[in-house]
């Protein structure tokens, strides 16, 4: 099931070819930036995801992360908003995630659960999350509503799970979203391509880091 789609050298041709997928839907959803009414948010950046010795590493991490810190410095520089999402659990708020994979939950103790040290930055606040999505039983909402953030950019891991549902739940809260395909991964090609036509299709704007770069600039 693992596999390395996104490296170093290929994630530029490989981003061309994920996007020449949803060419036609991207045209249909034209969109202006608001670069002061935009958050990024950067979801489960975790060693449990990141570290080779883990049973849950993923391995196009390593392609994504310079790509997140392209955005995530420029972010810092010009003082916009950022979060980090952490996603832990302990057997009462794993709820179905328990069951769904045998009861192997990342609890908050567990060295693993931390953000990367190459994503973490003492100026951003991490949200910890006990579900797939970043919204449910956390005050993510309830941050971005008071900061007056108006479109929110998704990255990180996993593109079909956590990415994908915060993406989902953005979009019928209200925001408009930003899906960065050579900003997030998972497991295997086929699960970030099919999230990337789902979202295109009613939920996200699929772009890419540069893209991004360009409209803040």
């Known amino acids: 099931m693992k596999q390395t789609y996104f490296t170093h050298d290929s994630i530029e041709q ?4 994920f996007l020449r997928e949803v060419a036609v839907l991207r045209r249909m959803h034209p969109w202006k930036f608001k670069p002061k009414k935009t958050a990024l948010l950067v979801i489960d950046m975790q060693d449990y995801f990141i570290e080779e010795n883990s049973h849950a590493y993923i391995p196009s991490t390593n392609a994504i992360i310079p790509q997140i810190l392209k955005l995530q410095n420029y972010f810092l520089q ?18 179905q995630m ?7 939950i990342l609890t908050l103790d567990n060295h693993k659960s931390a ?10 606040r991490q949200i910890v999350k006990p579900q797939y999505d970043a919204f449910l039983y956390t005050d993510l ?5 008071q900061a007056k953030i108006e479109q929110v950019i998704i990255t990180g891991i996993m593109t079909n799970l956590c990415c994908e549902a915060t993406a989902r739940s953005a979009f019928s809260r209200g925001f408009e979203v930003f899906f960065a395909v050579d900003a997030t991964a998972t497991y295997n090609q086929d699960f970030h391509l099919a999230s990337i036509r789902n979202l295109a299709y009613g939920y996200a704007h699929p772009v890419t880091v540069e ?7």
């Open 14 to 17: 490989q981003t061309k070819l």
């Open 78 to 95: 010009h003082d916009y908003k950022i979060l980090h999402t952490r996603h832990t659990n302990t057997k009462i708020n794993a709820k």
């Open 98 to 104: 328990a069951n769904w994979w045998h009861n192997d």
């Open 115 to 124: 953000i990367t040290a190459a994503i973490a930055h003492p100026d951003i």
């Open 141 to 145: 909402e309830e941050d971005l509503t």
């Open 211 to 217: 893209e991004l770069l360009c409209q803040l600039k």
